[in-house]
């Protein structure tokens, strides 16, 4: 899988222990490289727009919080971001919604739950057979009509 990830400077080492913990994935790291203060709308846009336009599968990106990521993300058509701190939530982001752009923030969830997360989301596929199929497919089509 190619996944786009990217950070601020809070989720920097986040996103390296990512990283060095699956490496049988591809990634494009898209910044930040150190933890000098940085602009994360930047970082996400760019992850966001490598998602949805096929350039890479999914994406990840680590702030503080999670939410302006997420927020930045959700502006690009094609990409569907949320916050995800618990395995529950990052499961049906993907399952349930069809998500393709997992947030975290450092300063919320630790290290460990953070790894955690990511292995438990990363060999989720949503099923377009799903009772969330038909959900899904209204979600987009709010976006197709806005």
Known sequence: ????????????????????????????????????PVSYPGVAEKAAKLVADGTCDR?????????????????IKGAYAAVCHDIYSAQRMILS??????????????????????RQWLPLQFDTTSASAAKVAHLRQIEENN
């Not at 919604?97 to 990511?118: S, Y």
């Open 97 to 118: 919604n069809d998500g393709n752009v997992l947030c975290m923030g450092a300063l919320v969830i630790g290290m460990k739950t953070a790894e955690e997360i990511v």
């Open 59 to 75: 994406g990840i990106l680590i702030c503080g919080t999670g939410i302006g990521m997420a927020m930045t993300a959700n502006k």
């Open 1 to 36: 899988m190619k996944i786009a990830i990217g950070n601020d400077q809070h989720g920097l080492a986040y996103k390296q222990m990512i990283m060095k913990t699956f490496p049988e994935h591809e990634y494009v790291d898209v910044g930040s490289y150190d933890t000098e």
